[in-house]
């Protein structure tokens, strides 16, 4: 569940919102009517930042966990058809 309180009665309810949040509320803060920061949990952060995980981190974890040769996978096959060989996109930065 997700629910919007603003930085002034945050500053005062601050043990409360704790506490939802810790009970599985979504809290977003909000500034003037506007949007600019969320309270979650520890553990939903660090859910969140494993999943901006890069591949090749992903997968040297997987290396390291799994035998390919017992398991008898090829790399090489499993993710030929998924190779990108173009020269990728432009960033802005």
Not at 7 to 29: C, F, M, N, W, Y
Request: glycine share 6%; hydrophobic share 35%.
């Amino acid at each position: 569940m997700e629910r919007t309180c603003s930085i002034a009665d945050a500053k005062s309810q601050l043990p409360r919102l704790v506490h939802d949040v810790e009970a599985g509320q979504t809290i977003t803060l909000t500034r003037r009517g506007r949007p600019v920061a969320v309270l979650i949990t520890v553990d939903e952060l660090a859910r969140l930042r494993r999943r901006g995980t890069r591949f090749s981190s992903a997968y040297e974890e997987l290396r390291q966990r799994f035998d390919f040769v017992e398991l008898d996978i090829d790399p090489e096959v499993v993710f030929e058809r998924s190779a990108d060989t173009s020269g990728g996109r432009d960033l802005p930065w």
